[in-house]
Every structure is written in C-alpha cells, then in structure tokens.
C-alpha cells in the first residue's frame, strides 16, 4: 500500500484567498506529480518534479505554483483563489520498480471556491 | 506521446469476462502500455503495464498484439465492485514515467 497523504481532503473558501494543498510521501520517490480533476473528466497534469529543486509545468496551463525544498513534500500553492479554482487535486509519486514505472496517487484534495 | 482512444463506456455482469480495447496507432519504440483503475473520489490505481505479447497478475491480463497499435485489457470474472473509470495510457521511460490521462472507459458491472 502506498503511503502518500494529502491535506485538506475537502477545502471550502472565498475568492481571492491564498491556499496551499499539502502532499507528502515517505516513499523515498524522486518524481512527484499535481493533476487537476474535473467531475466526470479525465485526469491533466499540471506539475511535476523530478526531485528536490525541480519543477516543471505540466500539459495543462495552471496558475497554481508548487515547489520541492524536500523529497517528501510537494505541495501546491493558489495565492489568489477563483471559482474557476474549483475542482479536485490529485497529487501522486512514481519510481521505477522490477520494469515498471508505477505511480501512486493520494486521496485527493476536492477544492471549492465561492 | 501516443494518443490512446477507447471506448466511452461498457456494461457488464457479475461473472463475465470483460475486454477493454484501447488504440494506440503512434506508438513509439520505448513507449509502454499502461493501465489504471479510478474508483469515484478517489485516484488513479495502477492495474498492469507491458511492452509487447501478454503480461498477467493477480488482477488483470494485458494483450499486445506484434504490432503493439492496440491492447486489450482482460478482466477475469468481474464484479460490482470493479464498476470503476479504466484508462489506457502510453507511457515513455525517457520522459520519467509522465502519464497523459484521455477520457477513459467507464465500466459498469451489473448484478
């Protein structure tokens, strides 16, 4: 079982606030990723990291920021939330084990913004 | 990456065999097949993943014909609680395992 933990998993607040949706892993795992999730919608990517110091922008354009000071911990920031902000946020790691790169994905934070 | 397409949705019943096609035409060479599960509210689940012929667990198989274009995930006797989204991706190793998630095909299993 994977042991990846996201917080909050549910988050109600009002435009223009700043948040910040936590993921951590104690997996050791070198690559972490944020998709965003719309109801019935497939999965997009929106960051990922190939370790600490590193960040890229995913295939969908977000004005979210992460960051990755540490290996376990990637967490993404909105400083000013919109209702168009509003959906669920996966975060997930991988490591390549036995010929397979396996991702492991956290519970989700569901995001509403009034 | 290869672009995947598969079905929308599926209906089945409780102890029937269920076979997921997925179409993948622009395959590359280190590109492997990978497969995840996605229960409601909850994330992506890996299921199985192969390059080429058949790989098997204790979940699921994983067909790949020669010219690795299509793949079909089989699922043995299936039951309600495999109701789930099921999405087929291609994945390439020097791009560190970056997944693309299409619209998957969402499964229903009926009693």
């Known amino acids: 079982e994977a042991d990846i933990y996201q917080t909050p998993r549910y988050l109600v607040i009002g435009t223009g606030k700043k948040i910040t949706l936590e993921c951590s892993q104690t997996m050791g795992h070198d690559k972490m990723y944020w998709y965003q999730q719309d109801p019935g919608m497939e999965l997009h990517l929106i960051h990922y990291?190939?370790?600490?110091?590193?960040?890229e922008k995913g295939d969908l354009s977000s004005e979210s920021t992460v960051s990755r000071i540490r290996t376990e911990h990637f967490p993404l920031t909105l400083e000013s939330a919109r209702p168009s902000h509003t959906s669920q946020y996966l975060c997930?790691?991988?490591?390549?084990?036995?010929?397979?790169?396996?991702?492991?994905f956290g519970p989700g934070t569901r995001l509403t913004v009034t | 990456l290869a672009k995947t397409t598969q079905p929308i949705s599926m209906d089945s019943y409780e102890g029937q065999e269920v076979n997921i096609t997925c179409s993948h035409n622009n395959i590359a060479t280190n590109d492997y097949i990978t497969w995840y599960q996605q229960f409601p509210s909850q994330g992506p689940r890996f299921i199985i993943q192969?390059?080429?012929t058949k790989v098997t667990n204790e979940v699921a198989s994983l067909f790949i014909p020669a010219d690795r274009k299509s793949s079909t995930l089989s699922l043995p006797r299936v039951s309600l609680s495999d109701t789930a989204v099921y999405y087929c991706l291609v994945v390439r190793y020097n791009q560190g395992g970056k997944l693309i998630f299409g619209q998957g095909t969402e499964l229903s299993v009926k009693p």
């Open positions: 997930a790691s991988s490591e390549y084990k036995e010929g397979t790169y396996e991702q492991y």
């Open positions: 192969g390059y080429k």
């Open positions: 990291s190939y370790g600490v110091n590193s960040t």
